[in-house]
C-alpha cells in the first residue's frame, strides 16, 4: 500500500502542482490525437455498463466465495469510482503555474473504473484461475493507460492517479477483511515474477525516453513515455491485486 500511496501522491505533486510537469503533460496532451469516439475498451465505460460488470462479478464472488466477498467486490469498486469523482472536482486542485485553461483532470475516472473492476474480478473468480484473471487485468489496465493518452483524454499522472486509488481502495479492504481462500493460482508464482519483470522493464523504458525527450524537446516521445509508464503501472498493479490475494484457508 505504501508503494501506491507513494505512486499516487507523486504523479500529483509533481504532475499536477509542479510547473514543470505541468508543462511536460501538457506536450503529452499536445502530441495525442483526441477523439471522441475512441474504441474499445475505452468507449464501453457508462454508468449503466460498470453496474452491470459490478453485478456480473458479484455474482460470481457470490458463488465462489460467499455472500461477504460479493459484497467487497462490489461496495469497494463503487466507493473507489465515487472517491475518484470527488478528489477530482471538489478535493483536489490544479493551479494554472503557466498560461494555459488546465482543468483538474486527477486522478482519472476512466482509469479508476477499470482498476477496481479489474480488482474485483481478480478478487471473485476461484482461486486456482486467479493468475489468468490477472494476466488479462494486466493487458486491459495497459490497453485503457495506452488509450487514455493516446487520445488526448488525460494526462500521464492522471492515469498513475487513478490506478493507485483503485489499488489502494483494494488493499484497504484487505486490511479490514483479508481475502482468503482455499488453493493456489495455476502457475502464481510465474505469473507474478514475469509481471514483476516486465513491468520494471517498462518503468526503466518510460524513464529512458522522458529523459531524451526532455532534453530534445519532443513532444511525441513524451507521449511515448508516459504510454510506457502507464503500462508499467497497470501491470504492477495487477501483480499487486494478486498478491492481495492469500491463498490461506
Known amino acids: 500500500m505504501i508503494f501506491w500511496l507513494a505512486v499516487g501522491g507523486g504523479s500529483y505533486l509533481l504532475g499536477v502542482q509542479n510547473a ?12 495525442a490525437e483526441f477523439t471522441t469516439s475512441p474504441p474499445p ?52 486542485t ?5 498560461e494555459l485553461d488546465a482543468p483538474n483532470t486527477f486522478p482519472s475516472g476512466h482509469m479508476t473504473v477499470f482498476t477496481v473492476l479489474t480488482a474485483a474480478l481478480i478478487w471473485a473468480v476461484p482461486a486456482k484461475i486467479r493468475g489468468f484473471a490477472t494476466l488479462a487485468g494486466a493487458v486491459l489496465l495497459s490497453a485503457v493507460g495506452w488509450q ?4 488526448g483524454w488525460h494526462r500521464p499522472s492522471d492515469v498513475l492517479g487513478g490506478i493507485a486509488l483503485g489499488t489502494i481502495a483494494f488493499a484497504f479492504a484487505c486490511l479490514i477483511r483479508p481475502a482468503n481462500s482455499r488453493g493456489s493460482a495455476i502457475g502464481g508464482w510465474s505469473i507474478s515474477v514475469g509481471l514483476a519483470i516486465i513491468g520494471w522493464v517498462m518503468v526503466a523504458a518510460a ?26 503501472a497497470g501491470i504492477l498493479a495487477a501483480r499487486a491485486l494478486l498478491l492481495l490475494c492469500s491463498d490461506r484457508a
Open 20 to 31: 514543470m510537469g505541468q508543462r511536460a503533460e501538457d506536450s503529452v496532451l499536445d502530441a
Open 41 to 92: 475498451p475505452l468507449n464501453l465505460v457508462s454508468i449503466p455498463s460498470v453496474a452491470v460488470a459490478l453485478l456480473v462479478i458479484g455474482l460470481i464472488a457470490l458463488a465462489v466465495h460467499g455472500v461477504k466477498r460479493a459484497i467487497v467486490v462490489t461496495v469497494v469498486p463503487a466507493l473507489a469510482i465515487a472517491a475518484s469523482q470527488l478528489l477530482k472536482l471538489h478535493v483536489l
Open 94 to 98: 490544479r493551479p494554472e503555474l503557466f
Open 148 to 151: 487514455l493518452l493516446a487520445y
Open 207 to 232: 524513464l529512458v525516453l522522458a529523459a531524451v525527450a526532455a532534453a530534445n524537446g519532443d513532444a511525441s516521445m513524451m507521449l511515448s513515455a508516459g504510454q510506457f509508464g502507464s503500462i508499467a
